[in-house]
């Protein structure tokens, strides 16, 4: 992906979960944020950006830029900035490094713990009541040792079934 359609994507959630409207366009997130920040001025949100250490391989200086804005205008805004992602490493390298532009910005942290053995089964006794172990221990294999495919699994699970063992890689 690129940072056009990045801000492509962002600027279709903004307006039709948001119906805010947005004029113009953009190619570069930092104008898209710095804008969001202006547009929170007056009205609050909540912003979720899942896969936030992806924006690295997109462009290195989002997170300084994004910095430079939220320093900017955090005090005078009403948005609250939620960031997650699934590579726990590169997560706390953005947050935590001194190095890094971002550091010492996060008001608060949650570490999520994977999913008991007890907590799987009861999600898949919702989506498939006749589940065998064999499709837990995929379910299992496929969650926890396959992490970049998180949101395939939750598909996978809302509609009943799991991979079986001979299709994970």
Not at 2 to 11: D, G, K, M, P
Not at 114 to 121: G, S
Request: net charge negative; charged share 25%; glycine share 2%.
């Amino acid at each position: 992906m690129n940072e056009a359609l990045l801000c492509e994507e962002f600027i279709n959630v903004l307006q039709n979960t948001l119906a805010i409207k947005i004029l113009g366009s953009f190619t570069k997130f930092k104008d898209l944020f710095e804008t969001m920040m202006i547009l929170t001025k007056e009205r609050a949100i909540t912003l979720i950006i899942d896969e936030f250490q992806e924006f690295l391989q997109i462009n290195p200086s989002i997170y300084s830029d994004m910095q430079n804005i939220w320093d900017e205008y955090k005090d005078a805004t009403k948005m609250n900035l939620i960031l997650s992602g699934s590579i726990y490493s590169l997560m706390k390298k953005i947050f935590e490094d001194k190095k890094e532009p971002l550091f010492g910005r996060a008001d608060a942290k949650i570490h999520l713990q994977p999913f008991r053995v007890n907590t799987l089964k009861k999600i898949l006794e919702d989506y498939n009541a006749t589940y065998t172990k064999e499709d837990l221990l995929s379910c299992y294999l496929f969650i926890f040792l396959r992490a970049e495919l998180l949101n395939t699994s939750n598909y996978l699970l809302m509609q009943g079934h799991c991979p079986k063992k001979n299709s994970l890689i």
